[in-house]
Structures are given as C-alpha cells and as structure tokens.
C-alpha cells in the first residue's frame, strides 16, 4: 500500500501540522514515510502545501507530479492540484474556502465542512484535525491510535490539553466527511 498525499491551503491553517503528524503516525507503525513541505515567504496568510508519502515499501522519490489523494482548503489549491489527482483518485476539500467546487468526474470527491463545523463547536483551533479525520475515515493510511500518538510527540507538552479537543475533532471529521 502507497498512499501520495498533497495538503494544500493557506498559512496558518494547519496544513503542514496536518502533514506532520499524518507522517510520524506511518513511522510509529513503522511504515516508510516522506513529508515535504512547501511555503511561500507568508507563512501565514499564503498558500502552503506539504507532500507526505505513507508507503509499506521504501518510497523512491519524495517529488512528486501527480497524487493519489488532494485535500485542498482554498480555491487557489483546488485550481492548482485537482488536475494533478490521479484517474480514480481522490480530492477532499473543505466548502468554507471553495467557491467554484471540482468538476471531475474521474476521480472520487469528498466534501468536509470542516471549518463550518469548527465554528459552530468553537474548536477552530483543531479545524485540520477535522479534516485529517475526514482523510482516515476516507483512506485508513494509518490508524487514530497512531495520529494520537503522533500528537503527543509532536505537541509542545504545554499544548497536551489540547489533545482530547484534536481526539474530539478526529471523531468528527470521520463522521462529517461526505461524497460530493
């Protein structure tokens, strides 16, 4: 199983932490794993993305031209990577930041209302968590066990309350993620 991922949104909406923290999941269970991250000079308010490869056999490249999965939260992204998804692939995009939704038929696309939902939970600082639990519920690269031990690593142990709000935001992502 190979799994080539690209998350791609603006700075400041987890995007890469989403990346990192679905790449330490594989290494905790042991699979091999790349992560690649790429921003602008804005970190925050421009676009990012992060390539992360989860495979059960050695990746031979961490560059990438096409993808298995896109998780896309801004129009920018879904314009830039939907034709980049593999035929049967899929695209998983968050409705808050598109305004003109994907159009291929090819592929399997998922719509989360991540952000919507964050709101209406006041949990908007966990908002790539949901989407990350949209991701495993749609493609079980690794396992929530895993994801939640990968945040205990990969948090500042000050932010450790935060990990029953991120298990909450998991849970939730898993039950909102639909077909498009």
Partial sequence: ?????????FGGQGVLSMGKILAYAGLM?????????????EQRGGTANVTVIVSDEPVSSPILSSFDTAIVLNQPSLEKFE?????????????????????RKDINVY????MDT??????????????????LKIHP?????SVLKALRKTLPERHHNLIPMNEEALRTGMSIIKPA
């Fill in 1 to 9: 199983m190979t799994q080539e991922i690209i998350i791609s949104g």
């Fill in 29 to 41: 269970e042991d699979k091999e794993v790349t992560w690649m991250p790429a921003y602008g000079p």
């Fill in 83 to 103: 034709p980049k998804v593999k035929p049967g692939g899929t695209l998983i995009y968050d409705s808050y930041g598109i305004n003109v939704p994907p159009t």
């Fill in 111 to 114: 719509c989360i209302d991540a």
């Fill in 118 to 135: 964050a709101a209406q939970m006041n949990m908007i600082k966990v908002f790539n968590m949901m989407v990350l639990g949209g991701l």
């Fill in 141 to 145: 690269v690794v396992s929530l066990e």
